[in-house]
Structure formats: structure tokens, C-alpha cells
């Protein structure tokens, strides 16, 4: 059952050393292989709002928003110890700087309509 108020979510696309970004957006999923991100992954619900961010590099003061999405369905299959979490993405045309915030890890969130970056994130 998806929330009344949609929660916002951040997430990262390295998946073992690898950048799966595109592989995330072009396929319609997400999920967040770390252990320590699990607990905040059983949080997502559908008609969730997500958008995955790119670190810039070592230092820098501000992440770039690849794509932005809806969550359509939260699925936890038997062969995986993950969520997998599908998502309608929006490719951004190009990437949307934002002030770092301290987005380093695997997920961040959840964060309300309300809340500044947000809009800054999300506005279309």
C-alpha cells in the first residue's frame, strides 16, 4: 500500500566498484547493495519519489541528479538478500548539481515535500 504523502529518497548507483546508473535507469530498477543501507531500503514504499545521484569527485561540494523516479513496486525475491525496487525513471536531460549535503552513501531519506532540497531535487 503506498503512503499518503509520498517520501523523497536519494540514492547512489555503485554497486561494487562499478557506476550502474545507466544500467538502473535504462531497466527500470534500483537496489542498494549494502548491508548497513537494508534497514533504510525496508522504509521505500510505492509512489515513493527517488532520484539517483553521481559523486563528482573526491572533495567537491555538490552531487549531480542523473534521473528522477516514481517507485512502482518494492519486491523481495528469494534468490536475493535485497529489495529490488522498480522505478519509473526520468532521465534529466543533464545532470542537476546540488549542494553535497552530505550525500556520500548508498541512501538517504526519507525526506518530506516540504523540505528545501526537495524541491531543489525533484522540481521538474
Do not use: C, Q, S
Given at each position: 500500500m503506498a503512503n499518503q504523502e509520498p517520501q523523497y529518497w536519494v540514492v547512489g548507483a555503485n554497486t561494487q566498484g562499478q557506476d550502474m546508473i545507466e544500467y538502473f535507469v535504462n531497466h527500470g530498477f534500483w537496489f542498494g547493495d549494502k548491508p548497513e543501507a537494508q534497514d533504510t531500503i525496508e522504509k521505500i514504499a510505492p509512489g515513493d519519489r527517488m532520484a539517483i545521484k553521481r559523486m563528482i569527485g573526491r572533495g567537491a561540494k555538490e552531487v549531480a541528479i542523473h534521473a528522477i523516479g516514481v517507485v512502482e513496486?518494492?519486491?523481495?525475491?528469494?534468490?536475493?538478500?535485497?529489495?529490488?525496487?522498480?522505478?519509473?525513471?526520468?532521465?534529466?536531460?543533464?545532470?542537476?548539481?546540488?549542494?553535497?549535503?552530505?550525500?556520500?552513501g548508498t541512501i538517504h531519506g526519507p525526506y518530506s515535500k516540504a523540505e528545501s532540497k526537495v524541491q531543489e531535487i525533484f522540481m521538474l
Open positions: 513496486e518494492v519486491e523481495r525475491h528469494k534468490a536475493l538478500p535485497i529489495k529490488m525496487i522498480y522505478v519509473r525513471w526520468i532521465h534529466l536531460p543533464e545532470d542537476r548539481k546540488v549542494p553535497f549535503g552530505g550525500f556520500g
